[in-house]
């Protein structure tokens, strides 16, 4: 069943949580809500599960207004950061919790349970107790409890960040799985773009309780709609460079200190000054020539990474970074030339931050 966000505002007291917050969440998609903390994408969630209510606005699930329906009449399972898995229970026991309080008959208790525990494999945990688990097979039980009462929607709160590095890797691709196999609404809570870009169907930025953009992980990594989009989404950042467009030979320059790079498209036709040029590190090639560099300073960052090596040079104050070769020799403090692709420019508004090229991002993909 799909989710609908209808111009829905939040405060506590003072504190602005959400405003104006306008989503669709389509029937069977997995919408990822991303953003730093304190961005108000918890308190989005909180609110379709009934644990909050809008200040204004409606939320409906499946078409029809939930504002003023009990959580447990929302027919939603909600799978939180500290599990919240019942200590004197076992496994079984809480697994069963959702359905007997919805009086479900004892033998189709039994048969989902059965069910989703060969589907996370944890059919051998079942008369244990939660403290006798480890974090990844608690994380387990606690979407299998969600699972097993089939609900019409999923919603998610940071399940994963108690997890060490690799087993979230893997429930990740389990997490996906599983949801191409259910098929239901999913809406999921993180603070990691990693997540979002690789298990959302769509993901939704937010910002200081404002929503920024909402698209596919790719086509928002391709083409952010402003600069807080472009450095948030991305690992390492896009690196958003400040400077002047100028007239030059063929087109136009880019210039700022120790930054003058060759322009032949400008975006629109013109730009005012002071632009924002964004630029993602896999873009850059090491400046080969002996002429003057495009971008040119000292490195004051050299960072390994197995098939990849990112190196940070200060350019008259402004930190770039670039993916290169590993077999690049370069250390700290020698000066290193950089030139990016001419194809991937992103411009901004220095003033707004805003997107700027000669297909706007649609403004219903945006949120002022």
Request: charged share 25%; aromatic share 6%; with cysteine.
């Amino acid at each position: 069943m799909g989710v609908e966000f209808d111009r829905v505002h939040k405060t506590f007291g003072h504190v602005r949580a959400v405003s104006d917050l306008t989503l669709e969440v389509r029937e069977g998609e997995f919408l990822v809500l991303v953003g730093p903390s304190g961005c108000g994408k918890t308190t989005a969630l909180r609110m379709v599960a009934g644990l909050e209510e809008p200040t204004s606005g409606d939320i409906r699930i499946d078409g029809r207004s939930v504002l003023g329906v009990e959580p447990r009449d929302r027919d939603i399972a909600m799978v939180f950061q500290s599990y919240a898995l019942y200590p004197h229970m076992s496994v079984y026991d809480n697994l069963a919790f959702g359905m007997r309080q919805r009086k479900t008959p004892k033998a189709e208790i039994d048969q989902r349970i059965r069910e989703v525990a060969e589907m996370l494999e944890i059919g051998h945990l079942l008369s244990r107790r939660p403290r006798e688990l480890s974090g990844g097979q608690r994380q387990r039980v606690a979407l299998g409890r969600a699972i097993a009462r089939r609900p019409r929607v999923f919603l998610m709160d940071e399940p994963l960040s108690n997890l060490d590095a690799q087993l979230r890797l893997r429930t990740r691709a389990e997490l996906s799985d599983l949801h191409r196999r259910l098929g239901t609404t999913l809406i999921y809570v993180t603070h990691d773009q990693v997540e979002a870009m690789t298990m959302g169907t769509r993901i939704a930025v937010m910002k200081d309780g404002v929503l920024q953009q909402v698209d596919t992980p790719q086509h928002i990594y391709d083409r952010p709609a402003n600069t807080f989009v472009a450095s948030f989404i991305g690992s390492p950042a896009m690196n958003l460079l400040r400077g002047d467009l100028v007239p030059g030979p063929g087109g136009a320059r880019f210039a700022a200190a120790a930054i003058d790079i060759p322009v032949a498209r400008p975006p629109l036709g013109s730009l005012p000054a002071p632009a924002v040029l964004g630029i993602r590190p896999e873009a850059f090639h090491r400046w080969p020539q002996a002429a003057p560099a495009p971008i040119a300073g000292p490195v004051v960052l050299v960072e390994p990474h197995g098939p990849d090596l990112y190196v940070t040079v200060d350019a008259a104050g402004q930190q770039v970074t670039a993916r290169l070769d590993p077999a690049v020799d370069v250390r700290p403090g020698e000066v290193l030339g950089l030139v990016p692709a001419g194809d991937a420019f992103h411009w901004f508004d220095a003033e707004t931050g805003r997107r700027l090229d000669a297909e706007p991002v649609p403004a219903e993909l945006i949120r002022a």
